[in-house]
């Protein structure tokens, strides 16, 4: 699998002994169904952009580019649209609280080329969208690598308060509905080489920032997130010391949140970020054993992030470099990624009209 073919795929959317007992599942449906309107980039009037993109439920919690925990707001009546490549490499990994390595694995590799979107439908309002192609690769062993598109995921951002906070700058808060559903029926029940955990999710998100007047901001940002079962092609499981006679698996909910801080000014963002996930349940991986799609997942990363205008006749196009860094977590790899890619703006109003 190489960039290029990924990128081509892309655009071929449409968008010894233990205590057995049954294992009782989650039955009741997920807290909420998401109702949204995703606008489609397509050369028709702006009327004509609607798809029949209402009433998506069970989202994805995790939409980035234009991120759904940053403090950014695209105008009414703009797209905010790109592709961005990610490359995510680990050859150490902690199995519960122990790191270690695994001569079964060596490194395992994820990348991910993935088209990203974000529609003002007014100044507070936003939209966010994302398609992800995930393909992976362990460098040792046996196991076979995966590919195929992994989860749609759609957001919905709300600006609810914006006003001056001393004379420095101004104060923001921002509530956040998001959330993702497999795209295809690729096997989640395969890890760490499965390219997604295959649950459908929504999460609840608020987001507070100060933005100064001279550029520098700080942003705090915290979720929520509610996921359904999932179902196996097995009918019993083991896990957590247990032997489960079912094919559904009840996923824990995660808790996470984000601190960053940074300049940002006339299209040009430096900034850096600590993001901590807390799985709500879970077990760990047990010894010299595969992962299992219900394990307790717990990280804490830092990264970097800069965007980049391009100057001259291609002002609307935005370069995107992300750095990140697992330091610490429990049942994943250690894992370093970088994110590139580009983004480019497309404004929908007309000659005259007040952007």
Same mark, same amino acid.
Request: charged share 15%.
């Given at each position: 699998? !190489?960039?290029?073919?990924?990128?081509?795929?892309?655009?071929?959317?449409?968008?010894?002994?233990?205590?057995?007992?049954?294992?009782?599942?989650?039955?009741?449906?997920?807290?909420?169904?998401?109702?949204?309107?995703?606008?489609?980039?397509?050369?028709?009037?702006?009327?004509?952009?609607?798809?029949?993109?209402?009433?998506?439920?069970?989202?994805?919690?995790?939409?980035?580019?234009?991120?759904?925990?940053?403090?950014?707001?695209?105008?009414?009546?703009?797209?905010?649209?790109?592709?961005?490549?990610?490359?995510?490499?680990?050859?150490?990994?902690?199995?519960?609280?122990?790191?270690?390595?695994?001569?079964?694995?060596?490194?395992?590799?994820?990348?991910?080329?993935? +088209?990203?979107?974000?529609?003002?439908?007014?100044?507070?309002?936003?939209?966010?969208?994302?398609?992800?192609?995930? +393909?992976?690769?362990?460098?040792?062993?046996?196991?076979?690598?995966?590919?195929?598109?992994?989860?749609?995921?759609?957001?919905?951002?709300?600006?609810?308060?914006?006003?001056?906070?001393?004379?420095?700058?101004?104060?923001?808060?921002?509530?956040?509905?998001?959330?993702?559903?497999?795209?295809?029926?690729?096997?989640?029940?395969?890890?760490?080489?499965?390219?997604?955990?295959?649950?459908? %999710?929504?999460?609840?998100?608020?987001?507070?920032?100060?933005?100064?007047?001279?550029?520098?901001?700080?942003?705090?940002?915290?979720?929520?997130? +509610?996921?359904?079962? @999932?179902?196996?092609?097995?009918?019993?499981?083991?896990?957590?010391?247990?032997?489960?006679?079912?094919?559904?698996?009840?996923?824990?909910?995660?808790?996470?949140?984000?601190?960053?801080?940074? +300049?940002?000014?006339?299209?040009?963002?430096?900034?850096? $970020?600590?993001?901590?996930?807390?799985?709500?349940?879970?077990?760990?991986?047990?010894?010299?054993?595969?992962?299992?799609?219900?394990? =307790?997942?717990?990280?804490? %990363?830092?990264?970097? =992030? @800069?965007?980049?205008?391009?100057?001259?006749? $291609?002002?609307?196009?935005?370069?995107?470099?992300?750095?990140?860094?697992?330091?610490?977590?429990?049942?994943?790899?250690?894992? !370093? !990624?970088?994110?590139?890619?580009?983004?480019?703006?497309?404004?929908?109003?007309?000659?005259?009209?007040?952007?």
């Amino acid at each position: 699998m !190489t960039f290029a073919r990924a990128l081509v795929e892309l655009s071929q959317v449409c968008f010894p002994s233990h205590p057995i007992r049954p294992h009782r599942p989650n039955t009741g449906s997920l807290p909420a169904r998401l109702g949204v309107v995703v606008y489609r980039l397509c050369p028709k009037p702006l009327k004509k952009l609607l798809p029949p993109l209402v009433m998506l439920a069970s989202l994805s919690a995790t939409l980035h580019a234009q991120t759904v925990d940053d403090a950014i707001m695209i105008p009414r009546k703009t797209l905010f649209t790109g592709a961005l490549y990610s490359h995510d490499t680990w050859n150490q990994y902690w199995e519960g609280p122990l790191e270690r390595t695994n001569g079964n694995l060596g490194t395992v590799k994820t990348q991910s080329v993935s +088209w990203t979107g974000n529609y003002g439908i007014t100044d507070r309002l936003d939209v966010l969208v994302s398609v992800p192609y995930v +393909w992976t690769h362990a460098s040792q062993g046996v196991l076979h690598s995966m590919r195929g598109f992994q989860d749609f995921s759609l957001g919905a951002k709300y600006n609810f308060l914006d006003r001056p906070f001393t004379e420095a700058g101004r104060i923001r808060a921002f509530a956040v509905v998001a959330g993702g559903i497999p795209m295809t029926g690729y096997t989640p029940d395969f890890q760490p080489l499965s390219i997604g955990l295959g649950a459908k %999710r929504i999460a609840a998100r608020g987001t507070l920032n100060f933005q100064s007047n001279r550029g520098w901001f700080l942003t705090g940002s915290t979720a929520y997130t +509610w996921r359904d079962n @999932v179902t196996l092609n097995r009918n019993s499981y083991f896990t957590e010391g247990q032997l489960f006679l079912t094919n559904q698996v009840q996923m824990p909910n995660v808790f996470d949140y984000v601190v960053s801080g940074g +300049w940002f000014r006339r299209g040009l963002m430096l900034q850096g $970020l600590f993001f901590q996930q807390r799985t709500q349940g879970g077990g760990d991986i047990r010894r010299q054993d595969m992962p299992f799609i219900s394990n =307790m997942m717990n990280l804490s %990363r830092v990264s970097g =992030m @800069v965007m980049y205008p391009i100057p001259g006749p $291609l002002h609307n196009l935005a370069y995107q470099f992300t750095y990140g860094y697992v330091v610490d977590g429990r049942n994943v790899g250690q894992s !370093t !990624t970088i994110t590139t890619g580009f983004d480019y703006t497309v404004h929908f109003a007309k000659r005259g009209q007040k952007q």
